[in-house]
């Protein structure tokens, strides 16, 4: 028997509910590498899954099933390397949320801090405090130079405003 024939006698031997199961375990499974529902789709897939191995081992050889089993493992495996490649799973790791936390966290303790501006600032533009470049956002124009003071870190902003000159001479 021809690779073609038995890859045919293979998957027409498989029964409808094995089909239906696996199908849906693994598309549950890729739901999740994508986008996540809190390990929902990744234990919902995985359980078909294995339900699916279970009758394609009752109902089919010791060779068959392990023939379904590394073909799944192949696919799951393409997943992941498009997963990588896409750049789907670097929001898996930190969230948004918890992105803007570490942000008010890191940079929330600059706040009253005095630098200069390296750049015009005109809504955007690139300050130094504390030996550290930094892209703030002001309401006012600033001058290239000029003192700035961080008045505000908001989850996606460093909110700097002229600083006065009395303050400068506190430093």
């Not at 038995?6 to 549950?28: E, H, I, N, P, R």
């Amino acid at each position: 028997m021809s690779p073609a024939e038995s890859f045919v006698a293979f998957f027409s031997s498989t029964s409808v509910l094995t089909v239906c199961l696996w199908m849906t375990g693994f598309t549950l499974f890729a739901i999740e590498f994508f986008q996540p529902l809190h390990g929902a789709a990744y234990i919902s897939g995985i359980s078909l899954m294995s339900a699916a191995f279970v009758t394609r081992m009752l109902y089919g050889s010791a060779g068959e099933a392990f023939m379904f089993v590394f073909l799944t493992a192949l696919l799951i495996f393409v997943v992941h390397i498009v997963s990588l490649i896409t750049q789907k799973r670097d929001w898996l790791k930190v969230s948004r949320l918890e992105k803007a936390g570490a942000r008010r966290r890191k940079y929330g303790t600059l706040i009253d801090s005095i630098g200069v501006a390296n750049t015009p600032i005109d809504l955007t533009g690139n300050v130094t405090i504390n030996d550290v470049n930094l892209v703030v956002y002001s309401e006012s124009p600033i001058a290239v130079g000029q003192k700035v003071r961080i008045i505000k870190v908001t989850s996606d902003k460093i909110i700097v405003e002229r600083a006065d000159i009395n303050t400068d001479d506190e430093d």
